[in-house]
C-alpha cells in the first residue's frame, strides 16, 4: 500500500500564508499524479490543485494566483503553498495521489491513495 500523509495546516489570519505538505511512502515506483482536495464545513469535497509527473499543474478559479502546488520527486512530496488565504479557505485539506507501486506479491500494480487530511482555519 501507498500512505499519503498531510501536514502544515493551522490557524492562520486572513491575508496569511500556509504550506501544505503531503508526504507519500510505500513500495511506489511512480508517482502519475497528486491533487488537492479540501472539504469546507457541511460542503462537498472540490478539488484545489493538481500536479502530474511532468509538472503540468492546475487549479480550482477559486485559487488561482493565490496558491501554487509543487512537488519534490526525490522525496515523495508534494507541497501546496497558500497565500493571501481567505476564511473561505477553511476546510479540511487533503492530497490524492496516483501512480504505480509494488504489491506484497512482487507485482507492479496501479494504486488510488488518499491522506488523512489536515485542518486550515483562516480567521481573525
Known amino acids: 500500500q501507498v500512505q499519503l500523509v498531510e501536514s502544515g495546516g493551522g490557524l492562520v489570519q486572513p491575508g496569511g500564508s500556509l504550506r501544505l505538505s503531503c508526504a507519500a511512502s510505500?513500495?511506489?515506483?511512480?508517482?502519475?499524479?497528486v491533487q488537492w482536495y479540501r472539504q469546507a464545513p457541511g460542503k462537498g469535497r472540490e478539488m484545489v490543485a493538481g500536479?502530474?509527473?511532468?509538472?503540468?499543474?492546475n487549479y480550482a478559479d477559486s485559487v488561482k494566483d493565490r496558491f501554487t502546488v509543487s512537488g519534490d520527486s526525490a522525496k515523495n512530496t508534494v507541497y501546496l503553498q497558500m497565500n493571501s488565504l481567505k476564511p473561505e479557505d477553511t476546510g479540511d485539506y487533503y492530497c490524492?495521489?496516483?501512480?504505480?507501486?509494488?504489491?506484497?506479491?512482487?507485482?507492479?500494480?496501479?494504486?488510488?491513495?488518499w491522506g488523512q487530511g489536515t485542518q486550515v482555519t483562516v480567521s481573525p
Open positions: 490524492n495521489a496516483h501512480g504505480m507501486m509494488m504489491t506484497d506479491l512482487g507485482r507492479w500494480d496501479d494504486f488510488d491513495s
Open positions: 500536479i502530474t509527473k511532468g509538472g503540468s499543474t
Open positions: 510505500g513500495k511506489i515506483f511512480r508517482m502519475s499524479d
